[in-house]
Structures are given as C-alpha cells and as structure tokens.
T-cell receptor
Framework: KAGVTQTPRYLIKTRGQQVTLSCSPI?????VSWYQQTPGQGLQFLFE???????NKGNFPGRFSGRQFSNSRSEMNVSTLELGDSALYLC???????????????FGPGTRLTVL | AQRVTQPEKLLSVFKGAPVELKCNYS??????LFWYVQYSRQRLQLLLR??SRESIKGFTADLNKGETSFHLKKPFAQEEDSAMYYC????????????FGAGTRLAVHP
C-alpha cells in the first residue's frame, strides 16, 4: 500500500495570508489526524476527522480548520497566518476496528510551513 | 490534565550498552501507550504499542500502571538505533488522539 502523502512538502507564506495543506491517507483508512510540530512545543494534536466529521479537536485557535472529503482525503486551512504558525504539519491516517478503537496511526512526511 | 513526560532530551550511549528511555504519563482513564521513532530524514513511525506486547528491533516496553510509566528498553544498543524517540498516549473511549512527549534523542556512539 502507498503511504500517507502530503502536499505541498514546503510552503512559504507571509503574515496575514491563508494556507491550505492536503493529506491523502492510506487506502482504506477513514481516520485522518493532524499534528503541528515545532521545536518549542513539540508534537501537538490539531484535530481528527472520521467519515467527513470532525471528532476530536486540540487546543488551537479557530484560525485552524479542516475538512475531510468522501474519499477520506483531508485538508487543513490556516487563516490570517502568524509568525508562530511556522511549523511542520503532519497528518496521520488509521483504520478503525470493529469495537470502536483504532489501529496505529501512520504518518506522512509533513508539510513545512514558513511564515515570513 | 493529560500529559506525557520524557525527562531526557538527549541520551548518549556507546554501542553495546543498555538503553532505557524514560516515559511517564498522567491520565485518569485507561490509556493506550505507544513509542514512535523518527530516524534521520524519515517520517515518524510506530515502534511499539503496549497492547501488542511485542519486541521490535530488540526494544521492549512495559506499562507500569502503578508508576504510570512506559519506559523503552534495549539490552544492547546499536548505532542504527540513533534516532528521535517519542512516547505517546492515546485516550481511551475510541478517541483517535495522540498526546506526545517532548521526545528523547538517542545517540549511539561506536
């Protein structure tokens, strides 16, 4: 199976702009989670989507949003970019088990966002 | 509050020495614990999951609920073990959300 893919891999934006990042999960995986990785805060959970519904959300401002499509592909959007949004954004996909729990999360290579 | 603590930022050992990467967690429910590893220029990948109770690449980890710990151990470190290691906690109740520790960089010297 092909792994999780993320596009673009690198992005440079200026303050105030908005950005959209894309994630294609492993085929058959319906859960997609997003994480922000920075040197100061480490890996922090942003949100998780399952079957086009946001099921979990981390402690991030409303400028961070996402969505999931019927083919399980997901996008996250950051509006009104701030310098502090510079980070590696990772997405991960997993499958859901019959009992409602989840298999392991498989991570993509990330999108490195630089805000100038 | 839910938290995962990895007290060491860097662990430096010589090849063949035992390794223990510490992880403590704070969670009121029944968590599921993981170790993820990131080798240089590679993506984050799962190393161990506590419910599987497997040994992967010679690494083992035991969940100690009394001490709320999930330390990662290997009896004889290899140079190829050099990487960033993250301990992570998943909430119970069907929440697909990982809380990560800050990570420990393991450097194995020849």
């Amino acid at each position: 199976k092909a792994g999780v893919t993320q596009t673009p891999r690198y992005l440079i934006k200026t303050r105030g702009q908005q950005v959209t990042l894309s994630c294609s999960p492993i085929s058959g995986h319906r859960s997609v989670s997003w994480y922000q990785q920075t040197p100061g805060q480490g890996l922090q959970f942003l949100f998780e989507y399952f079957s086009e519904t946001q099921r979990n959300k981390g402690n991030f401002p409303g400028r961070f949003s996402g969505r999931q499509f019927s083919n399980s592909r997901s996008e996250m959007n950051v509006s009104t970019l701030e310098l502090g949004d510079s980070a590696l954004y990772l997405c991960a996909s997993s499958s859901r088990l019959a009992g409602g729990s989840y298999n392991e999360q498989f991570f993509g290579p990330g999108t490195r966002l630089t805000v100038l | 509050a839910q938290r995962v603590t990895q007290p060491e930022k860097l662990l430096s050992v010589f090849k063949g020495a035992p390794v223990e990467l510490k992880c403590n967690y704070s969670y009121s429910g029944s968590p599921e614990l993981f170790w993820y590893v990131q080798y240089s220029r590679q993506r984050l990948q799962l190393l161990l999951r506590h419910i599987s109770r497997e040994s992967i690449k010679g690494f083992t980890a035991d969940l100690n609920k009394g001490e709320t710990s999930f330390h990662l151990k290997k009896p004889f470190a290899q140079e190829e073990d050099s990487a960033m290691y993250y301990c992570a906690l998943m909430f119970s109740g069907g929440y697909n959300k990982l809380i990560f520790g800050a990570g420990t960089r393991l450097a194995v010297h020849p």
